[in-house]
T-cell receptor
């Protein structure tokens, strides 16, 4: 079985500041890892995914994440926050060798202040 | 890109009635679709996996007689909440993958169900 822990239900940053959203996972097999963003009353949009290729993954909207096996982490970062980045972010893991069955973390709400 | 559309976006119904939510893949064939439930300020919980032409596979604790899933075609899966109660009020989201193994899960925009 797999699980995902997102540290911090809310993260507040100023516009232009570094964004760091933390995600730790547990999985009995090599995982596939994902970050999704959700805007209010909308579905999920894939930001980026790790599928056992390069450990540093670049996604959309300037986000990137690094897979660290020794730390079982997949933290999401963005060098400079924008007001439009304010949303809920979910880390997810798949342990069946595919993208289909996902286990989600509880989510982190990113708040961006001017 | 692949688009998944859910309908309706929101619905209000009376206790005891049934509500049907549709999930359509607009520009690809989806052999497998997934239904999630999301409570306020919480994560997504997988309810069931829907496979075209066969019975859905429900997660532990999900009542299959209450949440009826039909996947009659490669582009449409429906979730029917039967005899709805206020505790069924939630945000329901579907996702779909392309092909049998799936290369990425595409999510619908969700349906907000309120049972009064």
């Amino acid at each position: 079985a797999q699980s995902v822990t997102q540290l911090g239900s809310h993260v507040s940053v100023s516009e232009g500041a570094l964004v760091l959203l933390r995600c730790n996972y547990s999985s009995s097999v090599p995982p596939y890892l994902f970050w999704y963003v959700q805007y209010p009353n909308q579905g999920l949009q894939l930001l980026l995914k790790y599928t056992s290729a390069a450990t540093l993954v670049k996604g959309i909207n300037g986000f990137e994440a690094e897979f660290k096996k020794s730390e079982t982490s997949f933290h999401l970062t963005k060098p400079s926050a924008h007001m439009s980045d304010a949303a809920e972010y979910f880390c997810a893991v798949s342990d069946r060798g595919g993208y289909s069955t996902l286990t989600f973390g509880k989510g982190t709400m990113l708040l961006v202040s001017p | 890109g692949a688009v998944v559309s859910q309908h309706p976006s929101w619905v209000i119904c009376k206790s005891g009635t049934s509500v049907k939510i549709e999930c359509r893949s607009l520009d690809f064939q989806a052999t497998t679709m997934f239904w999630y439930r999301q409570f306020p300020k919480q994560s997504l919980m997988l309810m069931a996996t829907s496979n075209e032409g066969s019975k859905a596979t429900y997660e532990q604790g999900v009542e299959k007689d209450k949440f009826l899933i039909n996947h009659a075609s490669l582009t449409l899966s429906t979730l029917t909440v039967t005899s709805a109660h206020p505790e069924d009020s939630s945000f329901y989201i579907c996702s779909a993958i392309i092909g049998l193994s799936g290369t990425e899960a595409f999510f619908g925009q969700g349906t907000r169900l309120t049972v009064v």
